[in-house]
C-alpha cells in the first residue's frame, strides 16, 4: 500500500486553465503539506494542514488554494495557471507534535504548463 | 521562510572516497536536522535525523551537529557511484510544524 499517494503524477495543460492535484495519506497523519520544487531542485515549504485547519500558508498566490475534505486528504487547486507554476508538487504528511518525526512524501505531480 | 543554506555543487568525490556535505541555518530556534537524498524524478527520503550537538552514526553515514555555529553536515564514507543525487538539508523549526529545506547539493560519485 501506498503510504502518500497523489494524482495525476504528469500534468501538462495551457496557460490560464485551472487544474487540481489531490494528495491521500493512509498512515493516520493529523499533518499534511504542499511543497514546490522548482527546476533547480529547491523544495519550497507552500502550505500545512494540521487536523483539517491551515497553519502553514507561506507566500503563494491566491490562485492557489489548498483544501482538506478530512485529515486524510489535502487537495491543490490552482487557477489561472502561469508559465511560473511549472514545477513538481509534493504532497507530504507526519505526526503533529514530534518534531523528530519525518515527513513521508508522495511520488510528486510534474506540472507543465505551457 | 527560515534560511537553510547549502552549496549547491556539484560535488565530485571519486568512488570509495568520503563525501562531505554541508548546511548552515539562519533559526537559531531549531530543534532537529534532516538530510534527505533525492535521486532526479524521485521523491525525497530520509537517511538521517539528529537534535543533539555531536556525530550520529548510521552505516556508511554520520550526520554532524554543532548548534553554536548553526552548522549540520553529512560524511558518506566509501562513496559508492549509487550515492550520486541531491542531498537535501532540512530544518524543523520550534513550531514543529514546518520542515523548511535548503536548495540541496549535487553529489557525483565517479567510478
Known amino acids: 500500500d501506498t503510504a502518500v499517494s497523489q494524482t495525476p503524477k504528469y500534468l501538462v495543460t495551457q496557460m490560464g486553465n485551472d487544474k487540481s492535484i489531490k494528495c491521500e495519506q493512509n498512515?493516520?497523519?493529523?499533518?499534511m503539506y504542499w511543497y514546490k520544487q522548482d527546476s533547480k531542485k529547491f523544495l519550497k515549504i507552500m502550505f500545512s494542514y494540521n487536523n483539517k485547519e491551515l497553519i502553514i500558508n507561506e507566500t503563494v498566490p491566491n490562485r492557489f488554494s489548498p483544501k482538506s475534505p478530512d485529515k486524510a486528504h489535502l487537495n491543490l487547486h490552482i487557477n489561472s495557471l502561469e508559465l511560473g507554476d511549472s514545477a513538481v508538487y509534493f504532497c507530504?504528511?507526519?505526526?503533529?507534535?514530534?518534531?523528530?518525526?519525518?515527513?513521508?512524501f508522495g511520488s510528486g505531480t510534474q506540472l507543465s504548463v505551457l | 521562510q527560515k534560511e537553510v543554506e547549502q552549496n549547491s555543487g556539484p560535488l565530485s568525490v571519486p568512488e570509495g572516497a568520503i563525501a562531505s556535505l554541508n548546511c548552515t541555518y539562519s533559526?537559531?530556534?531549531?530543534?532537529?536536522f534532516f538530510w534527505y537524498r533525492q535521486y532526479s524524478g524521485k521523491s525525497p527520503e530520509l537517511i538521517m535525523f539528529?537534535?543533539?550537538?555531536g556525530d550520529k552514526e548510521d552505516g556508511r553515514f554520520t550526520a554532524q551537529l554543532n548548534k553554536a555555529s548553526q552548522y549540520v553536515s553529512l560524511l558518506i564514507r566509501d562513496s559508492q557511484p549509487s550515492d550520486s543525487a541531491t542531498y537535501l538539508c532540512?530544518?524543523?523549526?520550534?513550531?514543529?510544524?514546518?520542515?523548511?529545506f535548503g536548495k540541496g547539493t549535487s553529489l557525483l560519485v565517479t567510478p
Open positions: 533559526d537559531r530556534g531549531s530543534q532537529s
Open positions: 539528529i537534535y543533539s550537538n
Open positions: 507530504a504528511s507526519r505526526r503533529a507534535g514530534v518534531t523528530n518525526e519525518k515527513l513521508f
Open positions: 532540512a530544518v524543523n523549526g520550534n513550531s514543529g510544524y514546518a520542515l523548511n
Open positions: 498512515l493516520g497523519h493529523d499533518t
